[in-house]
């Protein structure tokens, strides 16, 4: 199974910083479609997950454009260019590429100091 | 709008069973596969199983296969997890989720599933 780890596992940030998150693939994402089914999911407290970018790089409607993916092969980014309060919850990575079964990171947990 | 409302839930017994129901709305169910997603209380994400489009086709984890059973109505535009043999590990809450471009593309809310004597 492909495992995704993320770092860090927490991440304090002042309102209006940016904010990084690094999800590393135990193998390349990139199937056999030529696509790298990469995803990023935020989860606000008490709420369900909700996909934010989609084959690495790709918004969702209705995500800010604050929120951009990056990254190839095994190495993937989520980064926020300036952190609001409405951006605290917790990040996972997904992946799609080899599945099943899909498989997620441990996920991040994101707060404001 | 799309929306993915589960239902059935609930406190069940240890080797006990339960059918979750997917109500899916607002969106051509019969061209998505589906799936099931999982998250025990304080932890992370875990798929549990999806469905192909005509139901054709089905994957579970490993930790569920023999026990749970994913199937689909289209008719009725509804997804199901069959779930036997329950665990306490299988405590979590269970989302629906659909694929569009990828997996986990909208999650429903949710419906915990407690087992417990």
């Known amino acids: 199974d492909v495992v995704l780890t993320q770092s860090p596992l927490s991440l304090p940030v002042t309102l209006g910083q940016p904010a990084s998150i690094s999800c590393r693939s135990s193998q390349s994402l990139v199937y056999s479609d030529g696509n790298t089914y990469l995803t990023w999911l935020q989860q606000r407290p008490g709420q369900s997950p909700r996909r934010l970018i989609y084959k690495v790089s790709n918004r969702d409607s209705g995500v800010p454009d604050r929120f951009s993916g990056s990254g190839s092969g095994t190495d993937f980014t989520l980064k926020i260019t300036r952190v609001e309060a409405e951006d605290v919850g917790v990040y996972y990575c997904m992946q799609g590429s080899h599945w099943p079964p899909w498989t997620f990171g441990q996920g991040t947990k994101v707060e404001i100091k | 709008e799309v929306a993915l409302v589960e239902s059935g839930g609930g406190l069940v017994q240890p080797g006990g069973s339960l059918r979750l129901s997917c109500a899916a709305s607002?969106?051509?169910?019969?061209?998505?596969?589906m799936g099931w997603v999982r998250q025990a209380p304080g932890k992370g994400l875990e798929w549990v199983a999806n469905i192909a489009q005509d139901g054709s086709a089905e994957y579970y984890v490993d930790s569920v296969k023999g026990r749970f059973t994913i199937s689909r109505d289209n008719a009725k535009n509804s997804l199901y997890l069959q779930m036997n043999g329950l665990m306490a590990e299988d405590t979590a809450i269970y989302y629906c989720?659909?694929?569009?471009?990828?997996?986990?593309?909208?999650w429903g809310q949710g419906t915990l599933v407690t087992v417990s004597s």
């Open positions: 607002g969106f051509t169910f019969s061209y998505h596969w």
């Open positions: 989720v659909r694929e569009y471009y990828g997996p986990g593309d909208f």
